[in-house]
């Protein structure tokens, strides 16, 4: 099939089918050696139908990529990571549903998307540990009924940047009932934060996610490489993108993921909290909590380490959250501890069960 036929079948425009088999999505059967065309054969339209349905519905080039390889050994695995990026989508399309009707309520307007708040409970415990490589520990992390937050410091004053930035995010008093609100101090909180880190620790820096619980919401900031989780209903998501020069190049198609996980720059930032410039912008997100989730913080220390699958095993064993905090260190640990690591686990409880 000529690359017009082919893309009339599989409804993917020649442009499109050009760039998918430059990232080794969809290389044609057959390219001619003196005119360049590309020629498909018929038994390449399902698997271009699949790229096309994964595009419509948001998944980025890499996940697509992870999404077709899987799909011919492991069609449960596919399904899998399909699940997955829509759980993500959804949990934006209702963060941005509670900030527009923050915003009608603030311009006064009737929202129409009104929910009922239930206030619920937070159970935490945080842990590092500085494993058997590093000589000191650099990292933070805090777990108390409103601020769930780790730092990963670096530097030769990186513990001093650390702990800088949690004092900072701490003194974040809860303002009042909407989204955007919440959002926008906890978006001032780090940049205090970065200023602070810049006072305290000149020439170094810090990572910093940090979650602030207000009873029935998780509004998260993220800087750097640390991660943030939800197991909810047995499903693990991520909540949380690594600011990165691996995860970039792996957001762009350059790389797939086992690639970055083993790649000598994974730890390359590009953002972080050192007090330089007019600081990062954090990654800002708003999450409903309901009674049965379990939140995971945790800085790379961990999650360069463990497999993901291993986290979700720890998460999802039963155990209280600090019994699985230490379980996950210990996971860390196992892999040779190569890096300071810690977490915090949270899990929500109907009003009145938590201490």
């Known amino acids: 099939m000529t690359i017009g036929e082919f893309a009339r079948a599989s409804r ?3 442009k499109a089918l050009r760039r998918y088999d430059e990232l080794g999505l969809l290389p044609p059967a057959r390219v001619d050696a003196y005119t360049g065309y590309r020629y498909y054969a018929g038994a390449q339209v399902e698997r271009a139908r699949l790229v096309a349905w994964l595009r419509r519905i948001g998944m980025p080039l890499a996940g697509v990529r992870d999404v077709c390889a899987l799909h011919g050994t492991d069609p449960g695995a596919a399904a899998r990571a399909v699940r997955a990026h829509w759980a993500r989508v959804e949990a934006e399309t209702a963060e941005r549903r509670d900030l527009a009707a923050s915003l009608l309520d603030r311009l006064g307007g009737t929202t129409g998307m009104t929910t009922t708040v239930r206030p619920h409970a937070l159970l935490a415990a945080a842990l590092s540990e500085r494993g058997r490589v590093r000589g000191t520990q650099q990292d933070r992390a805090h777990a108390g009924p409103r601020l769930l937050a780790v730092a990963d410091g670096y530097g030769p004053a990186g513990d001093l940047a650390a702990t800088a930035a949690l004092a900072a995010v701490s003194g974040l008093l809860a303002p009042g009932g909407r989204a955007g609100d919440l959002l926008n101090a906890l978006e001032d909180a780090v940049r205090r934060a970065d200023a602070e880190v810049g006072a305290a620790a000149p020439g170094s820096g810090t990572t910093l996610t940090a979650g602030v619980w207000t009873g029935s919401r998780l509004a998260l900031a993220h800087v750097g490489d640390g991660r943030a989780y939800l197991l909810r209903d047995g499903a693990l998501v991520r909540l949380t993108r690594d600011h990165t020069a691996v995860q970039a190049r792996v957001d762009a198609g350059e790389l797939a993921p086992a690639e970055a996980a083993a790649h000598p720059d994974r ?41 993901e699958a291993e986290l979700h095993a720890a998460l999802a064993a039963g155990a209280d ?32 069960e938590a201490g």
């Open 12 to 14: 993917l425009s020649a």
């Open 321 to 352: 959250p600090d019994a699985t905090a230490r379980s996950l260190l210990a996971l860390a640990d196992a892999r040779g501890g190569p890096d300071n690591a810690s977490c915090v686990v949270a899990d929500v409880l109907p009003a009145g």
């Open 267 to 307: 730890a390359l930032l590009l953002r972080a909290l050192d007090g330089a410039g007019d600081g990062p912008a954090p990654d800002l997100s708003l999450h409903e909590g309901r009674p049965g989730d379990r939140w995971l913080l945790c800085t790379d220390g961990l999650s360069a380490v463990v497999p």
